[in-house]
């Protein structure tokens, strides 16, 4: 068994050990939904799917994928929202981002599942299905902000997608 097959299942104990929740940011779309599935049938790791509950399952459905155990969280019907906005308007101080803009920015998945993550409901996030990288990898860096804090970090992974993780 070569080095990095010992490594990759090291990694897969530690995570069984220990579940760990992966907000998905585009959570209609195929390879996305195919992914959780497959996640989910693996019990080591919990998908975390935006979009509106009624879209995901019914995207789920049609690309013939079981995400029956998957949390669908929706932007406009998140119950943690006045936190986020608050915690959002205060990471951007700098930028004088004011609640009406902060809900609006928060209503992109990228932004969204970015906050999940630094709110700590989910341990990490997986995106690029249908952002583009630099999308993905813009959120993570404004609010997780890695350089002052090296315990949150952002891995770019290839086919453009990214993932960054607290």
Do not use: W
């Amino acid at each position: 068994m070569s080095k990095n097959m010992q490594g990759f299942g090291m990694m897969i104990q530690k995570l069984k050990a220990s579940p760990k929740k992966i907000v998905f940011t585009e959570g209609t779309d195929e390879r996305i939904l195919e992914a959780a599935s497959r996640l989910l049938a693996s019990n080591f790791l919990t998908p975390i799917l935006v979009g509106k509950e009624d879209e995901v399952q019914a995207a789920a459905e049609e690309y013939g994928y079981n995400i029956r155990g998957a949390q669908i969280i929706d932007p406009e019907n998140f119950d943690r929202m006045d936190e986020m906005i608050a915690m959002f308007c205060e990471l951007r101080k700098s930028k004088n981002i004011q609640p009406d803009e902060a809900r609006k920015i928060l209503s992109a998945g990228n932004y969204f599942g970015t906050m999940l993550v630094k709110m700590g409901v989910a341990d990490a996030l997986l995106g690029g299905a249908t952002y583009s990288t630099a999308d993905t990898v813009r959120p993570a860096l404004q609010l997780i902000k890695t350089k002052s804090r090296q315990q949150d970090r952002i891995f770019m992974l290839h086919h453009g997608s990214s993932i960054c993780y607290r």
